[in-house]
């Protein structure tokens, strides 16, 4: 039960309602379940909004996660509150540039074409939410530069919010991001011998 | 990016297929941000399984969650998946018992009545996804009973996940949970002096 009271009011010279609405980067990061889920679940206030949300899902896997974007295509369908397009990696990313030369690109250029059309977006405004999930692993692995993100993520124009998941989420961006929410394992049913179930897993 | 393979195989002489679709009790717990978040998220799973989903919200304020509640409700009514029924403890249970010589029941009061609902819908099978919110609040605080709790949980029949969040989840309850997580606060604005805001907090 938040209390919804800054402990610090800082001088930084802005207004509380130019504080209040100050776009914010979030990372839900650590072993634990719950990174994506949560940023999901943040998805439907967006929604609630009104306001357009954008997914980027930075994983190959076709099953996981198909309960949350078949729920979030639903609701932008409802026209009841904002948009929701869901950008898919393991359906292959469909700006992506492909060299007949060289066949498919490999995950990593996918990867990386992903996060080129993130920042075509944010340039143009285009989702006011959005939701890079599983991003912190390119960061982690090196296939996206942090120092660009952070750079990118600091001169984004407007007001648009950007949650990142991801285990090993780099220091420098955790440094740079508005909040920050390390999921820790205490107990998981696979510890006990049980697979990942439908309704639950995906 | 879970695996999806158990790093044990319990001698519980259940078959995978059965310790697969075994129901679960999961609790998220701590002080950071996610909590209910991750356990609305979870909800979109099971709305997209099909399944009747039930959300209790032992909390009195009526602005937090209204994303939350409004996209869920409007999930439900797309018919393209499970039901949705959100009871509200802000709103007042609709089930609840009054007394007219004492007024109002108390928050306690009003809290526990939601608990003995819940056992209700627990042993109809009303629900195949509960989310308890904030109720671990509750089993700290000493309102409803810990070792209740877990017994009516433990016995519950058929094919039927909880969610409980909250901060400071008693011992005996995480014990006995399937899952669970602890949201640990790495950051937050409201440490920088930055109020909630609309579609992020709510």
């Known amino acids: 039960m938040p209390q919804g ?3 610090v009011v800082p001088d930084d010279g802005l207004t509380t309602r130019q504080r209040r609405n100050r ?3 979030m990372v839900h990061t650590g072993i634990g379940k719950g990174k994506s889920t ?3 679940g943040m998805a439907l206030r967006a929604w609630n909004q009104g306001w357009p949300v954008g997914v980027f899902q930075f994983v190959k896997s076709a099953k996981w ?3 949350e974007e078949n729920a979030l295509k639903a609701l932008g369908e409802t026209g009841k509150g904002g948009t929701v397009v ?3 990696m393991g359906e292959g990313w469909s700006w992506i540039q492909r060299d007949p030369k060289d066949g498919e690109p490999s995950h990593e250029e996918k990867a990386r ?3 080129e059309q993130v920042k ?3 340039a143009a405004e285009t989702y006011r939410f959005y939701v890079l999930d599983e991003f912190a692993y390119l960061l982690h692995w090196g296939w996206v530069d942090t120092a660009e993100v952070v750079e990118v993520l600091r001169d984004r124009p407007g007001q648009q919010h950007v949650v ?3 285990r090993n989420a780099p220091q420098e961006l955790v440094d740079f991001a508005d909040l920050v929410t390390d999921m820790s394992k205490v107990k998981h049913p696979m510890d006990a011998g049980q697979k990942g179930q439908r309704g639950i897993e995906w």
Do not use: H
Request: glycine letters at 12%; charged letters at 15%.
């Open 5 to 7: 009271q800054p402990t």
């Open 23 to 25: 776009p914010l980067v």
């Open 38 to 40: 949560a940023a999901f």
């Open 65 to 67: 996660k198909v309960g």
């Open 86 to 88: 869901w950008n898919k």
């Open 113 to 115: 074409q992903g996060w």
């Open 120 to 122: 075509r977006d944010l």
């Open 164 to 166: 990142i998941t991801g």
